[in-house]
Structures are given as C-alpha cells and as structure tokens.
C-alpha cells in the first residue's frame, strides 16, 4: 500500500486532456513539494514536474502541476499515443524521514 | 551531460552478497544526493535511501534499514548499492537517481540494473 494514492488508471483520446490525482497527508504533499515521472514502457523514469509546478528544460508545457492541501494533479493537454506510460507522483514524508512515491497511474491513450 | 550509468544485469543465487554501482558524470558529484529506487516486477517505485557523496550522509527508509548498505567512493563518482545475503525477494530493477537535496526531486536517473535471485 503505497503512502500516495494515485487512480491505477487513466483513459483519454488523442488530442484530449486528463488529468491524474495525487492524494497524501500533511506529513507529505501538505507540507512538502510534490514532482511527477513518466515512465514509458521497459524505460527508465524520467523527471516531468518539480516543486509542485515547474518543468525542467525540454518537458512541453502541454505538462502541468498543481497542488493544493494534501493533494497534487498533473494534467496534459494535446493528448499523443507518445504520452502512453506509467505516472508517478513522489514527495517527503517528514514522520517517515523518507522519499515517497504513489503507486502509479497507467495512462492509455485511446 | 548529466548522467548516472549503471551496472549491468546481475543474477545470482540466495544467500550470495553483491554490489551494484552508479557512476556520475557531467557534474560535481559531491554537491548532490545519489539516492536508490527499487521497482519489482510490474509494481511501483519505492525509496530505498540516499547518500551524500561530499560528506557520505547516510539515509535509509525504514523499508529498507538493515537490509541494504548504500555507499560512495567520491575519488571515483560512484554509488554502491549492496546486499550481504540476497533473497528471492530481492529480484526487481534498482535505478539510481540524482537529487539536490535530501527532500528533493529526482534527476537524472540511471538506465537501471536488473537483479535476479533465483535457486
């Protein structure tokens, strides 16, 4: 049982947007920075979103990330059979004094 | 070019020890946290613990103390992952990630080195 609960999965159409939740507690989203990972089939994990809501260099704005309270979202827009993997959410945890992570959410494009 | 290069693929028998590694390259390896993430076979991600390579600050996720040891030889940018004693358990991908803090986010991470226990 993972600390951050995230839907299993997704669905949209191309073209379209979804989004993908991300709920914890105070002792981490609340009161910690939340960042997202992509995790296309048989790859590595790679960085999407940082401090909530920011994108390092080379992720396309159609990423987003917000947070409020105990829960964080990331949202993607213009939806492409490219955008098709796992997501992760992942914060600290203060009471535990460990990272985090949610058990991932598949995105399927449809 | 950031990057965190892994060893290869490993399998071995229960009981036996073994230590992977993560060599970085394309920064100053000691200003950054070398952290370790387990995925098993079809599951998520989970924090194993992370090192600061500039004065090797430990830390382990209550998972995972006592049964792994994370450390670092800086003379040569490299991060160890190691087990004494391995269990069929164990089996499942190991990918180390670069962190600029110790409650930070992950970046870049390594290609991963896939470890077998088996009898």
């Known amino acids: 049982q993972s600390v951050l609960t995230q839907p299993p999965s997704v669905s949209a159409a191309p073209g379209q947007k979804v989004t993908i939740s991300c709920s914890g507690s105070s002792s981490n989203i609340g009161n910690n920075y939340v960042s997202w990972y992509q995790q296309l089939p048989g790859t590595a994990p790679k960085l999407l979103i940082y401090?909530?809501?920011k994108r390092p260099s080379g992720i396309p704005d159609r990423f987003s990330g917000s947070k409020s309270g105990t829960s964080a979202t990331l949202g993607i827009t213009g939806l492409q059979t490219g955008d098709e993997a796992d997501y992760y959410c992942?914060?600290?945890?203060?009471?535990?004094?460990?990272?985090?992570f949610g058990g991932g959410t598949k995105l399927t494009v449809l | 070019e950031v990057q965190l290069v892994q060893s290869g693929a490993e399998v071995k028998k229960p009981g036996e020890s073994l230590k992977i590694s993560c060599k970085g390259s394309g920064y100053s390896f000691t200003s950054y946290w070398i952290g370790w993430v387990r995925q098993m076979p079809g599951k998520g991600l989970e924090w194993m613990g992370i090192i600061y390579p500039g004065d090797s600050d430990t830390r382990y996720s209550p998972s995972f103390q006592g049964q792994v040891t994370i450390s670092a030889d800086k003379s040569i940018s490299t991060a160890y992952l190691q087990w004494s004693s391995l269990k069929a358990s164990d089996t499942a991908m190991y990918y180390c990630?670069?962190?600029?803090?110790?409650?930070?986010?992950?970046?870049?991470w390594g290609q991963g080195t896939l470890v077998t226990v088996s009898s």
């Open positions: 990630v670069r962190s600029p803090a110790l409650t930070n986010w992950f970046d870049p």
């Open positions: 401090d909530n809501n």
């Open positions: 992942g914060t600290w945890d203060s009471s535990l004094s460990a990272a985090v």
